[in-house]
């Protein structure tokens, strides 16, 4: 059986699986932000004076916790990235 975090990573993965997402870092971009709330289901950031929004399973940065107010470097599936705007 599994612990609570391998549940959680086996569920990721087949998520991220199931949406057509694949585990490579070449996939993922660095998007700095601070944090504004950081919940168990993803992360609202503000970056460039916008909030938005970050599921967890779109990142490759998901086992930390962070505190409001936090500046903060995510690694973020280039996909979202790019339809958030949040790269060039």
Known sequence: MLDGSANF?????RARD???M???P????????VIFL?????????FEERRFFVPQFLTST???RYAPGE???LQVLRSYA????LIA
């Open 62 to 64: 998901w086992l930390r």
């Open 71 to 73: 500046v903060v470097t």
């Open 26 to 33: 070449e996939e993922f971009v660095p998007v700095t932000g």
């Open 9 to 13: 990573i086996a569920k990721r993965r």
């Open 82 to 85: 790019e339809e958030r705007e």
């Open 22 to 24: 694949v585990d490579k």
């Open 18 to 20: 199931a949406a057509g």
């Open 38 to 46: 950081h919940t168990a289901i993803g992360t609202f950031l503000d």
